[in-house]
């Protein structure tokens, strides 16, 4: 590999990143050249009006999508190289989502979605459902396994996506606008909670566009038009 | 572990089914009616084609029978008074058929006598056939009690008569009645046997002992009856003079059955210049029957199938939709790691299941609607294993066929517009 030094320990490294849109006759560069490493263990949040890729750049990061140039590296891994299959596989494996809406499944109860990627994983029923309760208590509803989302608070929503997120025992957690649909005081302990995350080892990775939160971060990058427009905090790991 | 995680599929499918149990439920009906209506017609055809086999199968199917009929003009003689009529099959005719062909096995000559007859207190009319012990050999009825015709009847004329079931009925004899006298037409028989008998009809063949009451030696019947009988109607006579009623020719092998009824019947034609006989070769009715059953079942077939495959498209309808309104969920499941096939899986066994239960359903229907049909109609239904297993199978296939393109559908949904997806 011909990367400086310091992003060889990046567990993510994005290098001549670019992803191109076809909209009607124009091309549109939602990525226009992102070079950048995230370092194992980090807690960076990505931030940027929209329209300046952040969103896109999170659909590369989770594997959801492929990137039109350049090179994505994620946990040592060429992800352009793998396919469709592979790209399931390795989202099973490696990453952890959480969303904005929390995309909780209505019609699975509280338990079922925590188990929901020890499924695919093959996991048996009561291994699963023993991860399960240690998730849920770990994230603080451990009387509620056997609740529909419906009947929950948003606060107690996202706290069963991150449970889910963190079954597979991920690496990475990618966090959407975590706090997006939360008040502010439920926002904090979500947020909160991510921290204590990182603290444990995961390496996050957090879209927002408000400064508040960002702050929980421990570095900043700040996109506009597809580029990375600057960086703050721990950012000695970017190049 | 393999078979526990194909057990959990079924299960959570079965789970995202009572969801929407009205929907699943009037989506399964197209399946249920679909897969009733294949069994309900299977078997009614089925029991339909059988009847018909069994009957013939009962008057032999290497037989060849050959009836005496009175032809529209042969009124020979007519006064005022008297009728006289002369048609039917002769001795010599008999003769001529037993030795003109290396394929027959044997044949037996038929007559019938219409007599009154007494057994002790009992008179009534009795329907006599005069025939040979070949007879037994080729109408096989079960022996009930004493014994059938032996040669030595007949080379001794012995005055001696074999009772049919129908027969022992109606002049109320009973096995111990077996040595006793019945008395036909002023002479004493005596009671050798009572052998079993057949009634009802196959297709247009009546069976040979239809309505028989008692068999005696030909030679004794020719001997005491003759051929003439005569019948008194409002003032008029008719008189009737028939040889032979009946010649019922068993054929050695299958394959020859056919070419043999042609000879013989080119053969008759040589003889009698009226048609004044008639005969029926229950193989020919047979493969007929076969035929027709054939033809009945893959019409029926195919009106059932047509209902399968709308309950199939039913079920590919609500499928779709409920692909589109799950779409967000399946991006959820692709986000979270699950490949297309698993995907394709999930809504895979949720469209068998459902195809499934309608199948196990619509047997239950199609299983009772043959029995109320027989009950009603009164027409025979069969439930072979095949009209059961054949329909299951279909309604697994209907699942599988018509559930591939919705969960290819489900699969092929891209989780990032999924997710945004509301």
């Not at chain 2, 193989?283 to 495959?309: D, H, M, P, W, Y």
């Amino acid at each position: 590999m011909n990367h400086s030094g310091s992003s060889n320990n990046g567990i993510i490294i994005l290098d001549q990143a670019v992803k191109t849109y076809v909209m009607g006759a124009q091309d549109v560069k939602a990525l226009n050249g992102v070079n950048v490493s995230f370092k194992r263990g980090s807690f960076w949040a990505i931030m940027g009006p929209s329209g300046s890729g952040k969103s896109t750049m999170m659909n590369i990061l989770g594997c959801l999508d492929r990137l039109t140039g350049g090179r994505y590296m994620l946990e040592e891994q060429d992800v352009g190289t793998l396919d469709d299959d592979a790209l399931s596989e390795f989202r099973l494996r490696h990453l952890g989502f959480i969303f904005q809406s929390f995309n909780l499944i209505p019609q699975l109860t509280v338990q079922r979605n925590i188990e929901l990627p020890l499924y695919y994983l093959g996991w048996d029923a009561q291994r699963s459902a023993e991860r399960a309760r240690e998730l849920a208590h770990s994230v603080g509803l451990g009387d509620r396994l056997n609740h529909r989302p419906t009947e929950l608070s948003g606060g107690q929503m996202q706290r069963v996506a991150v449970a889910r997120a963190l079954a597979n025992d991920p690496q990475i957690l990618l966090a959407d606008e975590p706090t997006g649909n939360l008040d502010t005081a439920t926002g904090d302990q979500i947020l909160e909670l991510l921290v204590a995350l990182n603290q444990q080892g995961k390496t996050i990775i957090m879209v927002t566009h408000e400064d508040h939160i960002a702050q929980f971060a421990k570095s900043r990058l700040h996109m506009r038009d597809g580029v990375i427009e600057r960086m703050e905090g721990e950012t000695d790991a970017a190049r | 572990m393999r078979h526990a995680k194909w057990m959990r599929d079924i299960h959570l499918g079965i789970e995202n089914l009572l969801l929407h149990k009205l929907r699943s439920f009037l989506t399964m009906l197209g399946v249920v009616f679909g897969v009733g209506s294949v069994v309900a017609m299977l078997s009614v055809g089925e029991g339909a084609s059988k009847e018909a086999l069994e009957q013939i199968r009962k008057v032999g199917s290497n037989n060849i029978i050959i009836n005496s009929v009175k032809s529209v003009e042969e009124e020979t003689s007519t006064t005022a008074q008297v009728r006289m009529s002369l048609y039917g099959l002769t001795y010599k005719d008999h003769q001529r058929i037993d030795e003109s062909f290396e394929t027959i096995k044997q044949t037996v000559p038929v007559k019938l006598i219409r007599e009154q007859g007494r057994l002790g207190e009992r008179s009534l009319e009795l329907r006599l056939v005069g025939t040979t012990p070949v007879w037994f050999d080729l109408v096989k009825r079960p022996l009930s009690a004493g014994r059938i015709l032996i040669p030595s009847d007949v080379e001794n004329k012995a005055a001696v008569a074999v009772l049919t079931e129908f027969g022992a009925r109606r002049l109320l004899a009973t096995r111990n009645t077996i040595g006793q006298n019945l008395r036909i037409g002023g002479i004493n028989f005596e009671i050798i046997g009572i052998v079993q008998s057949e009634g009802g009809k196959a297709a247009d063949i009546q069976l040979p002992d239809q309505e028989v009451d008692a068999y005696i030696p030909m030679d004794v019947a020719r001997f005491y009856f003759g051929d003439t009988s005569m019948k008194q109607t409002s003032g008029s006579f008719e008189l009737k003079r028939v040889e032979l009623d009946q010649v019922i020719v068993e054929v050695d092998k299958m394959e020859d059955v056919e070419a043999t009824a042609k000879g013989i019947e080119t053969m008759l034609g040589r003889f009698h210049n009226k048609k004044d006989y008639v005969m029926s070769v229950p193989l020919a009715l047979l493969r007929q029957a076969e035929a027709t059953k054939r033809t009945f079942n893959i019409v029926l077939g195919s009106i059932a199938c047509i209902s399968l495959l709308v309950g199939g498209i039913g079920i590919m309808n609500i499928m779709l939709a409920s692909v589109t309104e799950r779409t967000r969920e399946i991006g959820i499941r692709r986000a979270i790691g699950a490949k297309r096939k698993q995907i394709i899986t999930q809504f895979l066994i949720e469209t068998v299941v459902l195809s499934t239960i309608g199948g196990v359903v619509g047997l239950g229907l199609g299983v009772f609607i043959p029995l109320l049909i027989t009950f009603i109609a009164g027409m025979p239904t069969v439930i072979t294993p095949v009209s059961i297993i054949l329909p299951l199978f279909i309604s697994v296939g209907i699942g599988i066929v018509f559930g591939l393109y919705p969960a290819a559908r489900a699969a092929d949904v891209d989780p990032i517009v999924a997710l945004r997806h509301e």
